[in-house]
């Protein structure tokens, strides 16, 4: 028996190497990769990897943007005040905004600016789901031995394969962006090809309102905290979309959003003449970049469209003003 165990230890521990060494190697989701992801197209553990970069970059930026993909699309090198990272990622949910927030808080990164997108994903998505994705587990503040071993795995690996192999570079500024900027981009004009308008998630609804406007008012009173410039704000939503998150009581959220923050939203939300085009969007779900430039510029610069606000994108939301925030949303 002893002889048996000598002759097979080495094979048993060949097995073992490899079982360990080839998850890293390929490391479809670019955890083990953070400092320089590789465009495999397979989607990256975004938030995962964009948290590292920050910690490990604690001077560069001064102000995040956190939010769904959505937001991804909103070029935070356009912001004219401060030095923006755009740290959104696949269906961010307020609370992995707070708990990021925590943790370059407690690593000794106080932003200036912290602004939030939130949607209808926001309110109706389980966080524990992201638990069991892949390219969506939260960032460990704690368990790190745990997150990783997730990664450890041939599972992963062969999931990734049939994308990876025919796979071609589309976006050859997509890494350096990732670093430069943290938004992502794609041609505008693609806007509006796509077939079909129902919500490619619209199994996820639960209701999680009440969660996700817990988080947003501790998000609020840890900003107020270390005295952070707080600008929340609501994804313009496809009109279907919202549509059918109204039907789930989307539009409760808005107000009750309205009713718990304290220095008010911007609201983009809503069935307007931005999001009944088609041209605006790239599917059900994701706005063009032509759309992020709108938010930006109503934000930041002041840029009002009389007509537009009058159906509800780019009101200034307030508890004071919520009577005619209703109408507006009522009006078209």
Known sequence: ???????????????????????????????FHWKRIR??????????????YILHNPD?????????????????EKIPEGNWYNMSYSEGLPQEHLENLKELIENGIIPKNVMIGVDNISCFVDPSIHENQFYRIPYPRENKLAFYANYLSIRGVIASLEVSVEHEIEDPDYVDRYYRSGSTKRDPSLGGQWEGDTPYWGNYYHYYIDDALASIRRTAELCEKYNINLILFTNPIYDSTYQQSKYFGYASFLELLAEQQKTGYYNFSG???ITENRNNYYEASHYTEDVGDMIIDRIFNNVTDEQLESQGFGFFVTEDNLEEFRKALDNH
Do not use: C, H, W
């Open 60 to 76: 560069k930026f001064d102000s995040f943007l956190f939010g769904s993909s959505r937001t991804g699309f909103i070029d935070v």
């Open 1 to 31: 028996m002893k002889t048996f165990l000598k002759k097979i230890t080495p094979f048993v521990l060949f097995i073992l190497i490899l079982e360990i060494a080839i998850p890293i190697m390929v490391d479809p989701y670019n955890i």
């Open 39 to 52: 465009d495999n197209g397979v989607e990256p553990n975004s938030n995962y990897i964009k948290m590292q």
């Open 271 to 273: 069935i307007n003449a």
